[in-house]
């Protein structure tokens, strides 16, 4: 009974202290990311974008209006470097096959992964590694749905996603 009584008192011990520990909440990067998406209004849309050392980006689809000013800002929340794990934002024009853009684009490692003179590419923010941001602007094209994809080799299959123009 004497040991039921101890095993008990620490349980009880660690949950309260476990529980009552000093331990401040950080904001994940993608927090401050997704509350500067939320900016949009009609003269500017904010898009924040994540991506990360599992090759996601932390959203799939992105909407703004035609004609709209647009602040991508894509920031890397892992800890790779570019040469091993960078990732970029690539919006193609519509109607261009990403496998093919993609197939052209590995081979361009001294051009950032970026097929130079290519007429496949509305818009594009250069290559980051881990804890890097970057940001572009533009004008949001014509209403219809555009790809967006990382370009760095092997990438596009799982970081790619839809660019919305209403």
């Known amino acids: 009974m004497k040991s039921i009584k101890h095993l008990l008192l620490a349980v009880l011990t660690f949950t309260m202290i476990v529980s009552c520990g000093g331990q401040e909440k950080k904001p994940d990067a993608s ?26 980006f ?14 991508l800002t894509l920031r890397h929340i892992g800890s790779l470097n570019k040469m091993l794990m960078g990732h970029n934002v690539v919006i193609l024009k519509k109607g261009v096959d990403a496998v093919k853009f993609a197939a052209l684009a590995a081979a361009e490692r001294e051009n950032e992964y970026i097929p130079k003179d290519s007429q496949d590419i509305l818009f594009y923010t250069k290559l980051i590694g881990g804890g890097e941001t970057t940001s572009i602007e533009f004008t949001a094209p014509e209403a219809g749905t555009y790809e967006f994809l990382c370009s760095f080799p092997g990438h596009f299959a799982m970081m790619r996603g839809k660019f919305i123009v209403e």
Do not use: H
Not at 46 to 56: R, V
Not at 58 to 71: F, S
């Open 58 to 71: 932390n959203k799939k689809e992105i909407k703004v209006k035609a004609g709209q000013k647009v602040k």
């Open 31 to 56: 927090e401050n990311v997704e509350k500067e998406s939320e900016k949009k209004s009609d003269k500017v849309a904010y898009i924040g974008l994540t991506s990360n050392d599992a090759m996601k």
